[in-house]
């Protein structure tokens, strides 16, 4: 080693540094490793003595980085490119990149400008700011956008530019997810039995030493119910890649510009979701009507039943303006930017709707003759037909407890609110109505959202398969009697059609 040192040139002094000197070596990995750190400066500079422009930056602390400097053509000032470290970079490499951005500067083109671009290009984070105002603005109901990037999306790729993010890396993180998920469910299951345990162990503690006065209840329930079966994680996982493609075509859009690269997070191979088939049953729709005639708020009670009646989603029913209803009409007008398929929706009123929101009109006119409204908050809970003071959106918004209570009365299990937007179109299924209607009456933009309606009851299909076979024999010369089908005997031939 001390015999290749001695052929190395000396490092410059430091008036040389200052002076622009630059010692000149042959780039290879014994000269390199030979190079020790500088002691008098903070860093000295070397130049390739075969590739023009290729250079060599020593630190004090023995950090060593190979770098290019040159001019573009027709360019004013020079510009330079750090190549990378050694030995990570090796001088081979160093020479092979050093000639490319040669041959791109000889073409006129900057070797900087790249990565100013770069280092301006925004992150996912900075998207999420952007993205995120345009579904408020919208009304594109960023709720579950917003929990997908906080507790899922965020996370993981917030701080990564765009251009950084592979599809590799979402391929990943996508097929990880289900388990994610899964344990941040269980996580907060275990902290609720936790807290709910802690809590029965002190009123249990305070019972003991009780002398005076009733003694503390004891809580009703100990364990958090756990999580169901077909909670699998994959459908979350799904809608956490759906998110961030659209992110990303948000960010393409040409009217944006806001990126240009390719979309990382298109064409993932979705999980297997299994469709929700449930919806009120026969025997369920009596201790349904019971229990929600028990509900003690009006508004929460009428806002479920319009749910039924209306067959819209819920966010639909609870932000209802009575400026949309024409009960002249009969007819609920929507506009397209309410929609999840940005088409406009035409509600039709059936009768019993008619006459509950009739009745609703005639007591929000009256309330509003008494007490007109004057703050601006007043003013715009009178434009709901579900409003609601407390609510910084003037109009009802969780309905969860309400719907608890009507689930627990009736006794009606695995019931949620939006199966009752399932639960009209089933309905209309099993009355005979064709695809088409149902999809227009939910305004289904894709046939296939419409196709499970045709599967959810088996009355249709049973009486078509019975008209069917009852017209198979009939065709055949067999006339069935009452309900025995009277065969031909064995010696009969079947009478041709």
């Known amino acids: 080693m001390n015999e290749l040192n001695q052929n190395l040139p000396a490092p410059p002094s430091s008036v040389e540094q200052k002076r622009g000197s630059t010692a000149v070596i042959d780039f290879t990995v014994e000269n390199i490793q030979g190079i020790e750190p500088p002691t008098a400066v903070d860093r000295v500079?070397?130049?390739d003595s075969k590739e023009q422009g290729l250079y060599l930056r020593v630190t004090k602390n023995g950090v060593k980085t190979f770098t290019y400097v040159g001019r573009s053509k027709g360019a004013a000032r020079a510009e330079r490119k750090t190549l990378g470290k050694f030995p990570i970079v090796r001088p081979a490499e160093a020479r092979r990149l050093a000639r490319e951005l040669s041959g791109h500067q000889a073409s006129g083109d900057s070797v900087s400008a790249?990565?100013?671009a770069r280092r301006k290009e925004m992150t996912l984070s900075d998207l999420w700011t952007q993205y995120h105002a345009y579904l408020c603005a919208t009304k594109k109901k960023p709720s579950t956008a917003e929990m997908a990037w906080k507790i899922y999306i965020g996370p993981k790729?917030?701080?990564r530019r765009l251009s950084d993010i592979q599809y590799s890396e979402v391929e990943r993180w996508h097929r990880e997810l289900p388990g994610v998920v899964m344990a941040n469910r269980q996580a907060v299951i275990d902290a609720a039995n936790a807290k709910r345990a802690s809590k029965a162990a002190e009123l249990a503690a305070r019972r003991i030493v009780r002398k005076r006065g009733p003694l503390p209840s004891p809580t009703k329930k100990l364990e958090v119910k756990p999580l169901s079966e077909q909670v699998t994680g994959k459908t979350t996982a799904n809608r956490c890649v759906e998110i961030m493609r659209a992110m990303y075509n948000f960010a393409i859009e040409p009217k944006r510009k806001l990126y240009s690269g390719m979309n990382p997070a298109a064409q993932h191979d979705a999980y297997q979701e299994n469709e929700r088939s449930r919806f009120i049953q026969e025997d369920e729709l009596g201790g349904f009507f019971n229990a929600l005639a028990r509900i003690p708020s009006e508004g929460v009670r009428d806002a479920i039943l319009t749910c039924l009646l209306a067959g819209a989603r819920k966010t639909n029913i609870i932000s209802m303006k009575w400026e949309d209803i024409h009960l002249g009409r009969g007819e609920w007008a929507l506009p397209g930017e309410f929609q999840k398929n940005n088409q406009p929706y035409?509600?039709?009123l059936v009768e019993e709707l008619a006459e509950l929101l009739e009745r609703r009109k005639i007591a929000h006119e009256e309330y509003l003759r008494l007490n007109p409204p004057k703050t601006a908050q007043e003013k715009l809970a009178a434009t709901f037909v579900f409003p609601s003071s407390k609510s910084s959106t003037g109009h009802i918004v969780n309905m969860a407890k309400s719907w608890a209570q009507?689930?627990?009365v009736a006794n009606l299990k695995d019931l949620r609110l939006h199966d009752l937007r399932r639960t009209m179109g089933s309905w209309q299924a099993k009355t005979g109505?064709?695809?088409?209607?149902?999809?227009?009456?939910l305004n289904h933009k894709d046939p296939t959202a419409t196709a499970i309606y045709a599967r959810l009851d088996m009355d249709p299909v049973r009486d078509s398969m019975t008209t069917a076979s009852s017209a198979m024999?009939?065709?055949?010369?067999?006339?069935?009697?009452?309900?025995?089908?009277?065969l031909p005997s064995a010696g009969r031939a079947i009478k041709s059609a």
Do not use: C
Request: glycine residues 8%; aromatic residues 8%.
């Open 157 to 159: 790729f917030a701080s």
């Open 433 to 441: 109505a064709s695809l088409v209607v149902i999809g227009k009456s």
């Open 473 to 486: 024999f009939e065709a055949a010369g067999i006339k069935p009697t009452a309900k025995v089908i009277q």
């Open 406 to 408: 009507l689930n627990r």
């Open 45 to 47: 500079e070397y130049k």
């Open 346 to 348: 035409v509600v039709p």
């Open 114 to 116: 790249e990565g100013r």
